[in-house]
Nanobody, 113 residues
Framework: QVHLVESGGDLVQPGGSLTLSCAGT??????MGWHRQAPGKQRELVAV???????VYGGSVEGRFTISRQYVKNTMTLQMNSLKPEDTAVYYC?????????WGQGTQVTVTV
């Protein structure tokens, strides 16, 4: 049974940094990534990385966020820098063979003064 657990969500000031982590069990994941959903908005891609290291970032975070994977441990991190209030959202870890088929429960990131 696939299980994904996110951690690291917190309250942070604009311009600050935060690191999210995701631990996966129950399968080998070719693709792992992050989506986020802000109140009243659709879920959107943050970043995704395949098993070869190819990454895709959402346009609003490219250059500020960095995704990385630790393949042996089946874990993933999202380093978020230069955070903005519009980054406030629930961040979801996803994983799967080619698409993000499985999802964690989410972790809240709030960027506010």
């Amino acid at each position: 049974q696939v299980h994904l657990v996110e951690s690291g969500g917190d309250l942070v000031q604009p311009g600050g940094s935060l690191t999210l982590s995701c631990a996966g069990t129950g399968s080998i994941f070719n693709a792992m990534g992050w989506h986020r959903q802000a109140p009243g908005k659709q879920r959107e891609l943050v970043a995704v990385m395949d098993i070869y290291g190819k990454t895709v970032y959402g346009g609003s975070v490219e250059g500020r966020f960095t995704i990385s994977r630790q393949y042996v441990k089946n874990t993933m991190t999202l380093q978020m820098n230069s955070l903005k209030p519009e980054d406030t959202a629930v961040y979801y870890c996803g994983a799967g063979r080619s698409e993000l088929d499985y999802w964690g429960q989410g972790t809240q990131v709030t960027v506010t003064v």
